[in-house]
């Protein structure tokens, strides 16, 4: 898979968008979540609506070689309601926390959502046949008198308009005491992790009444509290293994081998600070807000606020690559503490060979990294650039100084435009990237 941008490589071109272009944007539209599936056929996003889009991907005519990037609604359901704990006197927000898929085994697909209490097994299935000549009603589904039956009928199946149906198979509840940050579906397919601020729990999918508690860092006392989970994931191809980072930048990795309870760890991952670097927000920025495995298994990234770090599961001490996400942005840590987007939790994701990462950052930006070039690009997800086959300008910040024509002025970026949630298709450069309320859909423009 080629690289990130320019040169020799590709550059990347507009494909879609998705959403309404309001400029009063509904809470309830916001993306919250952003998922392809195994074979990058279908693309799910969750709302903090409690709804779940899912888009298929248009098969290529030949007359059309160039919509590998075009992805329609496949199907639309609400997920999750909103609900009250009346033991507690709190609502519970029907938001969708995560979306993931599971392995595709028949015709219908399944995915797992969760909101912050409740997770679902959903089954999405195709029908286009219906059952027609019942004996005991009529078409029209009224049961017929039995006088009226006369004779014995086989019913037939007649084909009928292609429906998509969403249902919901299991439903796992009432086995997190805080907010559900985490899910993630184990190598086995068979059973999944959901984490939240202080415990994990591991679940059987045709299981909903019990899971194992694994990690627990509650402490006793709760004003010994130091610490909580932030993100959690199962490696991709040993069952036995997972990892969870926390808000103070460190990740333990895991094997259920050891222990039924993992509370010791079997790795332990942490970056030794430089002492000159620290100020007030070095505890709050060096948060990490997502973990995810590379699909190889042999390496893991981390976001925290300011970068993005690659780790080999060999080497405890330090990351092997460092890249800095929006380093302009550390001389405004103060003013974005006082607005709170210092707490923002952006997400990372790996492309279909590990050669090439992706995270949000500001102003609708989003940036990549190539690992084998080192180069770096940043991109804008904006309505400017959303005529077909447009090329994405690189976008530049300028930190102080004489501005150039192109670049935009570190105090002109918009923070309350942020992209928290991307997805990169497992096999192909296409790219899903949650802004606000809209998924932009971006694909590779070979040159």
Same mark, same amino acid.
């Given at each position: ?30 993306? $919250? ?24 991907? #248009? ?29 507690? $006197?709190?609502?519970? #927000? ?11 085994? =028949? ?7 969760? =909101? ?52 919901? *198979?299991?439903?796992?509840? =009432? ?9 993630? &579906? =184990?190598? +086995?397919? @068979? ?77 332990? !991952?942490? @970056?030794? @600070? ?11 920025? $060096?948060?990490?807000? +997502? ?31 460092? /890249?800095? &996400? ?8 103060? $003013?974005?503490?006082?607005? +709170? ?5 952006? #997400?990372?994701?790996?492309?279909? %060979? +590990? %050669? ?8 609708? !930006? ?13 991109? @804008? ?7 077909? *086959? ?12 004489? *501005?150039?024509?192109?670049?935009? %002025?570190?105090? %002109? ?26 998924? /932009? ?7």
């Amino acid at each position: 898979m080629a690289g990130v941008a320019g040169g020799n490589d590709f550059q990347w071109c507009f494909s879609q968008v998705k959403g309404a272009i309001d400029e009063d944007v509904a809470e309830a539209d916001i993306i $919250s979540t952003v998922e392809f599936n195994y074979s990058g056929d279908l693309l799910a996003t969750g709302d903090k609506g409690g709804r779940v889009v899912i888009f298929q991907h #248009e098969q290529e005519s030949k007359n059309r070689p160039h919509l590998r990037g075009e992805y329609n609604v496949y199907s639309t359901f609400q997920s999750h309601e909103p609900e009250f704990d009346y033991l507690k $006197s709190l609502e519970i #927000e029907e938001k969708i926390n995560k979306i993931r898929w599971l392995p595709q085994q =028949n015709a219908a697909h399944f995915l797992l959502s969760t =909101n912050d209490k409740t997770i679902k097994l959903w089954k999405i299935s195709e029908r286009d046949k219906r059952a027609e000549g019942y004996n005991l009603k009529d078409e029209d589904g009224r049961l017929r008198e039995p006088f009226r039956i006369t004779s014995l009928r086989v019913p037939v199946l007649m084909p009928m308009d292609l429906m998509v149906e969403a249902s919901p *198979r299991r439903i796992f509840a =009432n086995a997190h005491t805080y907010h559900i940050n985490s899910i993630s &579906v =184990n190598s +086995d397919h @068979e059973t999944y992790l959901s984490a939240d601020d202080l415990r994990i729990n591991l679940w059987h999918l045709e299981i909903t009444d019990r899971s194992f508690n694994i990690v627990d860092i509650k402490p006793a006392n709760m004003e010994e509290l130091t610490e909580v989970i932030t993100a959690a994931e199962c490696h991709p191809h040993q069952c036995n293994v997972f990892v969870y980072s926390s808000s103070k930048g460190t990740i333990r990795l895991c094997d259920m081998r050891a222990a039924a309870l993992c509370d010791r760890h079997s790795k332990f !991952f942490e @970056e030794p @600070e430089d002492p000159s670097s620290r100020s007030f927000f070095s505890e709050i920025i $060096s948060s990490i807000s +997502d973990v995810k495995f590379s699909h190889s298994g042999r390496y893991m990234m981390t976001r925290d606020y300011l970068s993005v770090k690659v780790w080999d599961l060999n080497m405890e001490n330090r990351p092997v690559e460092t /890249y800095q &996400v929006h380093e302009y942005l550390r001389s405004k840590l103060c $003013s974005l503490y006082e607005n +709170d987007c210092i707490f923002d939790k952006f #997400e990372c994701c790996w492309n279909g %060979s +590990d %050669s090439a990462i992706m995270t949000g950052s500001y102003n609708n !930006f989003f940036r990549m990294f190539d690992r084998n070039t080192r180069r770096d690009i940043t991109l @804008e997800a904006s309505r400017e650039s959303s005529k077909p *086959r447009a090329t994405l300008k690189p976008r530049k910040v300028s930190t102080g100084g004489k *501005r150039k024509k192109d670049e935009i %002025s570190v105090d %002109s970026l918009d923070f309350n435009k942020k992209i928290l949630h991307t997805a990169w298709h497992p096999k192909d450069n296409v790219i899903a990237v949650a802004a606000t309320n809209n998924l /932009y859909i971006f694909q590779d423009k070979i040159n």
